[in-house]
Nanobody, 124 residues
Framework: QVRLVESGGGLVQAGGSLRLSCAAS????????MGWFRQAPGKERDFVAA????????TYADSVKGRFTISRDNAKNTVYLQMNSLKPEDTAVYYC?????????????????WGQGTQVTVSS
């Protein structure tokens, strides 16, 4: 069992930045692939970014490439999502997810564990 707790969300103006954190507990963090997803009201949960166990392999949704950066610190059991040049369409609840694997995954049903989410609101 892995427990995930997101933090760092909030209200920011368009063009601004936020850094989300996801702290993991319960198992060996470096055994897990990690991902970030987001869900806007009335919409499905969409993939944002993912990172493999070592941090050397990452992948991004086209909508965030060049603006968002996923990273992890295995010594701190934490994965991060640095979000720059934020747009109103980035407004959503952001979730982190984990799966025990050496690979990288981009769909929600491939992940085993989820956090409760953190709200990000970007005003125009």
């Amino acid at each position: 069992q892995v427990r995930l707790v997101e933090s760092g969300g909030g209200l920011v103006q368009a063009g601004g930045s936020l850094r989300l954190s996801c702290a993991a507990s319960g198992r060996t963090f470096s055994d897990y692939a990690m991902g970030w997803f987001r869900q806007a009201p009335g919409k499905e949960r969409d993939f944002v970014a993912a990172i493999n166990w070592s941090g050397r392999s990452t992948t991004y949704a086209d909508s965030v490439k060049g603006r968002f950066t996923i990273s992890r610190d295995n010594a701190k059991n934490t994965v991060y999502l640095q979000m720059n040049s934020l747009k109103p369409e980035d407004t959503a609840v952001y979730y982190c997810a984990a799966r025990p694997s050496i690979l990288v995954f981009t769909t929600p049903n491939e992940y085993s564990y989820w956090g409760q989410g953190t709200q990000v609101t970007v005003s125009s």
